[in-house]
């Protein structure tokens, strides 16, 4: 069964340190993986999806297969990265995304 | 248009009635998403509609939750007999094509 785990529900940081959210997930197949992000009072919005494997506000994910992980890394964090971010898993080229439970993530200064 | 939108943007309800909202997508936009966002729960899925074809209900979590699709644009997500457990954020979110999702401000229910 399809499964998205984000492991961290909050994580706290200081501007300028390096941060990285984890996400592993579980699908027999070949998934296309994405993280959103939802800044206070806004709607939710992507970030990136690995297949693009560009770089968006300092942000990378990685798609490891063999550790089933797509974690988000920012070497080094902002204040405005302050937010909830959500890794996500597609199985197919349409239909539901999975989430995660997200991952609270402050930056503090 | 500017966006998905969504109405009402708050929703108060007493437990046992029934809700309607609603989902304005993004013109043009073939595919559409409910998903309810719950404190500790994440996002979780309710119903997808794709062009005409049949809709993907396999998230709705009882009998109480319908939604429908008229003319392939705006969208209602109905609750009957609404629980205390219903509150929560309801998302739409809609999309050209795959991976370009557009989400909505989400309709805020609380259930009494």
């Known amino acids: 069964a399809q499964r998205v785990t984000q492991p961290e529900k909050l994580l706290s940081v200081f501007k300028g340190a390096p941060v990285e959210l984890k996400c592993n997930y579980s699908y027999s197949g070949s998934p296309e993986l994405f993280w959103y992000v939802q800044y206070s009072r806004q709607r939710l919005q992507l970030l990136l999806r690995h297949i693009s494997r560009e770089s968006i506000k300092g942000f990378t994910a990685d798609l490891n297969k063999g550790e089933t992980s797509f974690h988000l890394k920012k070497p080094f964090a902002q204040e405005e990265d302050s937010a909830m971010y959500y890794c996500?898993?597609?199985?197919?080229?349409?239909?539901?995304?999975?989430f995660g439970r997200g991952t609270q993530l402050t930056v503090w200064p | 248009g500017a966006g998905v939108s969504q109405s009402p943007s708050n929703k108060v309800t007493e437990k046992g009635k029934d809700v309607e909202l609603r989902c304005d997508p993004i013109?043009?936009?073939?595919?559409l998403y409910w998903y309810r966002q719950s404190l500790g729960q994440g996002l979780e899925f309710l119903i997808y509609?794709?062009?005409?074809?049949?809709?993907?209900k396999s998230g709705l979590p009882s009998d109480r939750f319908s939604a429908e699709r008229t003319g392939g644009s705006v969208s209602t997500l109905t609750i009957q007999r609404t629980q205390q457990e219903d509150s929560a954020v309801y998302l739409c979110a809609s999309s050209l094509g795959p991976g370009t999702e557009y989400f909505g401000p989400g309709t805020r229910l609380t259930v009494t």
């Open positions: 996500a898993l597609r199985g197919s080229t349409l239909g539901r995304l999975y």
């Open positions: 509609f794709q062009g005409n074809s049949a809709p993907d």
């Open positions: 013109s043009g936009h073939t595919a």
